[in-house]
């Protein structure tokens, strides 16, 4: 599901399509999609193979925020966890370093280009291969995503796989009710705590670890004001 198509679920569930209301809900969506993808490690964060991606020397250095792709679509990476070369038809592992640690090895042929062994960052999202590349090499990269801030009425997917949007719903409705001072609020908390159970559960059966943290309750999430 789309971020706007949550807000207007959850807007038809509360009948209420103000445009101030509107502002609180898509507000309080990006505050629990956040709160929740950062509860725990949640195995649907890691990309464990992007898409094969032919790169160039026109398309050095690699932002990891748009150059990415996965499905023939761009996908923000939070961190690169592995890169590898597939040129050949082999996974060939490129070993991650940093500049100061190339400057130090290879202190006299710096500038040396050819099939690449490390890949290092030149800022906290543009990487660079060493050595450089002198022609077209496919590559296959495995990354975690990157939690974004979502506009209004954005059609941007949200990272929560539909299988467990509820659990975003019903925190969000658990706010909403909350503000308004609804009783109904309890409901949606009772709800929202049993699909997170279930859904830890279910990704605990999935490839990858999870690991453990402090369930998300209410006293961690913001404080509702007026304004909220």
């Given at each position: 599901?789309?971020?706007?198509?949550?807000?207007?679920?959850?807007?038809?569930?509360?009948?209420?399509?103000?445009?101030?209301?509107?502002?609180?809900?898509?507000?309080?969506?990006?505050?629990?999609?956040?709160?929740?993808?950062?509860?725990?490690?949640?195995?649907?964060?890691?990309?464990?193979?992007?898409?094969?991606?032919?790169?160039?020397?026109?398309?050095?250095?690699?932002?990891?925020?748009?150059?990415?792709?996965?499905?023939?679509?761009?996908?923000?990476?939070?961190?690169?966890?592995?890169?590898?070369?597939?040129?050949?038809?082999?996974?060939?592992?490129?070993?991650?370093t940093t500049l100061d640690q190339l400057r130090d090895s290879f202190p006299t042929d710096y500038g040396q280009a050819g099939a690449p062994d490390f890949w290092y960052y030149l800022d906290n999202k543009n990487i660079q291969f060493f050595p450089t590349l002198e022609e077209d090499r496919?590559?296959?990269?495995?990354?975690?995503?990157?939690?974004?801030?979502?506009?209004?009425?954005?059609?941007?997917?949200?990272?929560?796989?539909?299988?467990?949007?509820?659990?975003?719903?019903?925190?969000?409705?658990?706010?909403?009710?909350?503000?308004?001072?609804?009783?109904?609020?309890?409901?949606?908390?009772?709800?929202?705590?049993?699909?997170?159970?279930?859904?830890?559960?279910?990704?605990?059966?999935?490839?990858?670890?999870?690991?453990?943290?402090?369930?998300?309750?209410?006293?961690?999430?913001?404080?509702?004001?007026?304004?909220?």
């Open positions: 599901m789309n971020f706007n198509a949550l807000v207007g679920a959850i807007q038809v569930e509360l009948n209420d399509y103000s445009s101030r209301s509107k502002t609180r809900i898509e507000k309080w969506v990006n505050e629990c999609h956040r709160s929740i993808c950062q509860s725990r490690r949640w195995s649907f964060l890691v990309v464990r193979e992007s898409d094969t991606m032919t790169i160039g020397t026109a398309d050095m250095p690699i932002d990891i925020e748009t150059d990415i792709e996965v499905s023939s679509s761009a996908v923000a990476a939070q961190n690169v966890l592995s890169i590898y070369d597939v040129t050949d038809g082999t996974h060939e592992y490129i070993q991650m496919d590559f296959i990269f495995s990354f975690q995503k990157k939690l974004i801030t979502y506009a209004t009425s954005a059609t941007t997917a949200l990272l929560i796989p539909d299988e467990y949007v509820d659990v975003l719903q019903e925190l969000v409705l658990y706010k909403a009710y909350r503000y308004k001072t609804d009783d109904r609020a309890n409901a949606c908390f009772e709800n929202y705590t049993m699909l997170l159970d279930a859904m830890i559960k279910a990704e605990s059966n999935k490839t990858g670890i999870i690991y453990d943290q402090p369930r998300l309750m209410p006293a961690r999430l913001p404080l509702l004001s007026d304004d909220s």
